[in-house]
Every structure is written in C-alpha cells, then in structure tokens.
C-alpha cells in the first residue's frame, strides 16, 4: 500500500532577512527622491523614450480565468493496481466497478476502480485465510463473497464491509484449488487430490463428495440449466457430474497434457478446455467422451478461458499474453494484452463487459479494454500471416502502456488491415 505523503517543506533562506513593519516600509518608498531628481548636475540625462508598441517577447500576465483547475484526467482503462504479493485470482463484481483479488499470503482485497486518474482505491483486506488464497468468486446479487484456500477452509465475507460471515474449516482433506458458485445456495469447490464436493451453504453441509480425478481439479463450469458441473483435472480428463441425480456420469479420453480450464461455447451446444500444452479440446455438449475438434494456439499454455461472445474467447498464458480467440473458424484474433515475460494467473471480465482484468506474477492487476472484440467477425477466409511472426494488436496497450507507442502501434493496424482488405479483393477477384 502506498503511504501517504506529506506536504513539502518550504526551506529557509540562506541569509538573514529584515524585516519591516508597513509603517517602515511605506516610509522607506516615501523617502525615495522623486524620479526627476535622480540624477545631479551635468550627469542629468533624458527619461528614456516609451515604447507604445506592446512587448511580444514578453509573456503577458495570465489571466484570471485561465488559472482555473484543470479537471482529472479519463483514461481509457483504470489504472493498474500494485499488489503487495502475487495475486491467484481475481473476481469482478456483477453490477458494480469493484473487483476483488486473493494472493499467495493468504489475504483478500477490494478495490473500486475507475477510468478517472487517481480515484481507483482500496475499499477493504481481509487476512484471515491462513494460506494462500486460491480462488474467489461473487454471488450473483453481488452481496456476498466466497473464498478458498490451501488451508483447506471454504470463507463467507460480506462484500460492503468486508467482514467474515462463516466459515467451514477443513472443508477437504488436500488444499482446495477451485471454486463455482452454482446459484446463491449451492457452491462447487475441488482439491489437489482430485475431489469434488457440492456444498448447501444454508446447512454448510457437502451433499456430493466424489473422487474421479487422479489429480488436482483445476476448474469447474455449470450450464444454463444448473443441472451438470464439468471439471478439468490435471490427470488430463474432463469430468461430467450430475447435481440434480447428485452422481458422477463419466470421465473424457485422456489428453496428453494437464487439462487447465473449461467453459461453454456457442450458446451452450460446445464445451472448450485449455490445456498446459498450449492446445485447445472441443467437446460437443452430450459428447463428452471424444474431442470433436482441436486446435494448437501457439502458446505456452492456455490456463485461463473467458468467453465473451458465443464464438470468441479470451484465453490467457504462462507466457504472459492474453489472446482472443474465435471458436469455428478456429483461428487466433490477436493480443488483448500482456504481463511482459511473466505467468498469467487468471482473467475476468467486467460486469459491463467492457474491460478485461487480469493478474500475474508482476504483482500487477491490469485492465484491458475488450468492448470493441463484442463487434469482432470472423471470416471462413483465412488471411495472410504477418511476414514478423506478430499477433495482431487488438488494445492500444496490447503492445506495452506508452501512448506515442500506442499511436504508432494504431497506425501500422490501420495500414495492415487496409493491406489485408485489398489482399482479400485480389483474391476473390481470381477466383
């Protein structure tokens, strides 16, 4: 946290200074010699001609009205927030611009943000997991916050104060990993030991306790109709649970790399999981045993997925880049942007929809301005790639956060997609 500075301190003179009192002072102008006495005798000279031309070099006085404040500054994103530690999770709040994030020591923080320099802030910070703080995740209404950790425990905090409400300790017997609040009763948690457990928080009782996995549960999606819980594993299967049967329906083929992330596509009909080999697996909905299609994002990994659009998705990467992603056509969009160089923990989009936020190893949440990718369309015709390798630039902070970069970075897709847009007319027009 930053701490507060205080006001400069004006130092003192070098030398000694008089003092007059304004009676002095005004005895001291009265006693000056009038100007045509000034000078004696044959030394007399001229007052000197007066210019009536106004000085141009000269800066003229400033004018009362334009010493008025100038207003804050509007960002086109809220500034970045610094944390104290590396930050696990971060969750967004469904109808408000605050945002909440767990670290690797254990504690919770709120922030308000804002696109208004210098007003984004921390609203509270709750220490009381005992170990790092794993995943944290709004309730629908916005009025209540959950929270797990490595310590096992499962914790309730009220969002406007801040404060513990309830808490189940030693909810697992191995340290819970993920979290999914299913409606405002029913909450999802899984451990590094592959267990899955569905929770009644009114009784704090787990109604499903089951063990599928062979290793650690690395993220659970529910579909529309509340009725089937999906999880990736790190024993590279996807896990199909039925809440309302409150059973287990069957484990997807392995896959040759940790299953990272899942979530639901094409309104629901396509199931996406990230994976630690940079690949993406699509399942058909009620074909969860075999892929249907696959395809390599040439990434590191792909550890975090936000759909954002029944076809797009932003995933994000150990190799710091957040990438949007359009689902059938299969193809890389371009960069929303990027941590440079360090690991990605999680993404989360705004309620509005407007910003993406992210939160890596830099000790950094950040924020990316998406309200444009809503509009995005992609085509069955596969453009050109970039001679450089580049991914298209897709933010003006995708690049790096310096405005004249920014400008430039603007420019050059200006030109590309010109470029690509007469590439297109070529071709159809050889056809």
């Known amino acids: 946290m930053l701490a507060p500075t205080g006001a400069a301190e004006t130092p003192p003179p070098a030398g000694p200074v008089q003092l007059f009192s304004a009676e002095e002072e005004n005895h001291q102008t009265n006693m000056a010699a009038p100007p045509e006495h000034a000078a004696t005798g044959s030394e007399q000279t001229d007052p000197p001609e007066t210019n009536s031309e106004p000085d141009l070099s000269q800066p003229e006085p400033a004018d009362s009205d334009a010493d008025e404040p100038v207003g804050p500054k509007i960002r086109e994103t809220p500034e970045d927030i610094r944390l104290e530690a590396i930050a696990n999770t971060v969750a967004l709040h469904p109808s408000r611009d605050v945002l909440v994030c767990g670290d690797v020591d254990g504690d919770v923080y709120a922030y308000a943000y804002s696109c208004t320099e210098g007003e984004t802030r921390e609203l509270w910070s709750s220490g009381h997991h005992l170990k790092s703080c794993r995943q944290v995740r709004f309730s629908a209404d916005g009025l209540k916050l959950f929270s797990v950790s490595r310590d096992k425990a499962v914790h309730q905090l009220d969002v406007e104060r801040g404060q513990l409400v309830s808490r189940i300790r030693g909810a697992h017997a191995a340290a819970i990993n993920s979290l999914l609040l299913v409606d405002e009763n029913i909450l999802a948690t899984g451990d590094d030991r592959g267990t899955l457990k569905v929770w009644d928080m009114r009784k704090g009782e787990a109604f499903m306790d089951l063990k599928h996995h062979d290793d650690y549960i690395s993220d659970i999606a529910v579909d529309q109709a509340k009725r089937i819980l999906l999880t990736t594993s790190g024993d590279g299967t996807m896990g199909v649970f039925n809440i309302k049967r409150r059973r287990f329906e069957l484990l997807s083929e392995f896959q040759s790399g940790d299953l990272t992330s899942v979530a639901l596509m094409k309104?629901?009909?396509?199931?996406?999981?990230?994976?630690?080999?940079?690949?993406?697996?699509?399942?058909?909905?009620?074909?969860?045993?075999?892929?249907?299609?696959?395809?390599?994002?040439?990434?590191?990994?792909?550890?975090?997925?936000?759909?954002?659009?029944?076809?797009?998705?932003?995933?994000?990467?150990?190799?710091?880049?957040?990438?949007?992603?359009?689902?059938?056509?299969?193809?890389?969009?371009?960069?929303?942007?990027?941590?440079?160089?360090?690991?990605?923990?999680?993404?989360?989009?705004?309620?509005?929809?407007?910003?993406?936020?992210?939160?890596?190893?830099?000790?950094?949440?950040?924020?990316?301005?998406?309200?444009?990718?809503?509009?995005?369309?992609?085509?069955?015709?596969?453009?050109?790639?970039?001679?450089?390798?580049?991914?298209?630039?897709?933010?003006?902070?995708?690049?790096?956060?310096?405005?004249?970069?920014?400008?430039?970075?603007?420019?050059?897709?200006?030109?590309?997609?010109?470029?690509?847009?007469?590439?297109?007319?070529?071709?159809?027009?050889?056809?």
């Open 267 to 431: 309104r629901g009909k396509k199931v996406v999981c990230g994976s630690s080999e940079g690949t993406v697996y699509i399942f058909n909905w009620n074909g969860f045993g075999a892929t249907s299609d696959r395809f390599a994002v040439k990434a590191e990994s792909v550890d975090c997925i936000v759909p954002i659009t029944d076809s797009i998705m932003c995933t994000a990467s150990m190799d710091g880049y957040i990438r949007a992603i359009n689902l059938l056509p299969n193809r890389v969009i371009g960069c929303i942007g990027q941590h440079v160089g360090e690991p990605i923990e999680e993404i989360n989009k705004s309620w509005d929809s407007r910003f993406l936020v992210s939160c890596a190893h830099d000790q950094l949440i950040k924020f990316w301005e998406i309200s444009n990718l809503q509009k995005t369309t992609v085509s069955d015709y596969r453009k050109r790639k970039k001679k450089d390798g580049r991914m298209k630039s897709l933010s003006k902070k995708a690049l790096g956060d310096n405005d004249f970069f920014s400008g430039l970075v603007e420019e050059t897709e200006k030109k590309e997609e010109e470029e690509e847009e007469e590439e297109e007319d070529s071709d159809s027009g050889s056809d």
